[in-house]
């Protein structure tokens, strides 16, 4: 299952959102060397507000070992402020029905068919998100491994708009990927997963009712 995190439901989860900066820092500072803001062992950046939602898989100890950001694009978002060069032509979206999708990662140190598992839950997950949240759009920074490859074996093919080489030599790109009831049940059938995935204090609360 993924956990829905806010900075307002972090309280029902533990140490959850702490954990989210520290796989952060793990995943992306230590194994991709980003050059990205971090303290005592935490990676954050100024998109972390009140307005952000982390999608987060944690193992038995309840370490994150997977999870992703989403951002309204109502709000400042990554996109638009550090990566203007990615923005599609039409300009830096902003609208409810867009969220930006990003901070995307699954421990390289899980066994692969837990990572394709994690892979897939986030996926899933992103989606039943933003049909719970009426939102019809993702706009994603990814490398383009993730929209060649990943995506597509699940089932999605994202509407690629810019790229941009980092100074490491990889390609990273902007996309689009639209979110629709018909779009998930694709998805779902395409990696065999037939229940929701996507877990929020509130639906706990009605379940325990």
């Keep these: 299952m993924i956990d829905l995190l806010t900075l307002e439901t972090s309280h029902h989860y533990g140490s959850a959102l702490a954990e989210q900066y520290r796989f952060r820092y793990r995943h992306f500072i230590l194994r991709e060397r980003w050059d990205v803001p971090n303290y005592n062992g935490m990676e954050y950046d100024q998109f972390d507000t009140p307005a952000a939602a982390y999608l987060v898989w944690r193992d038995t100890d ?27 032509d ?4 902003r609208s409810p029905s867009i969220w930006e999708n990003t ?4 421990d390289r140190d899980l066994p692969p068919t837990v990572r394709q598992r994690v892979t897939a839950e986030l996926i899933l997950a992103s989606m039943e998100f933003a049909l719970n949240r009426g939102v019809q759009s ?21 509407a690629v708009q810019k790229n941009t080489t980092l100074p490491s030599g990889h390609v990273v790109s902007s996309a689009y990927v639209h979110v629709t009831a018909e779009a998930l049940e694709a998805v779902r059938n395409k990696i065999g997963v037939s229940y929701a995935v996507l877990r929020h204090h509130e639906s706990e609360r009605l379940r325990a009712a």
């Design 90 to 93: 039409a300009g830096a979206p």
């Design 103 to 106: 901070r995307f990662g699954v």
């Design 138 to 158: 993702f706009l994603l920074i990814s490398p383009r491994a993730i929209l060649a490859r990943t995506l597509p074996r699940a089932g999605l093919f994202p």
């Design 62 to 88: 309840g370490a994150v070992r997977g999870m992703v950001r989403l951002l309204p694009t109502t709000r400042p978002y990554m996109t638009e402020s550090l990566w203007p060069e990615l923005l599609p």
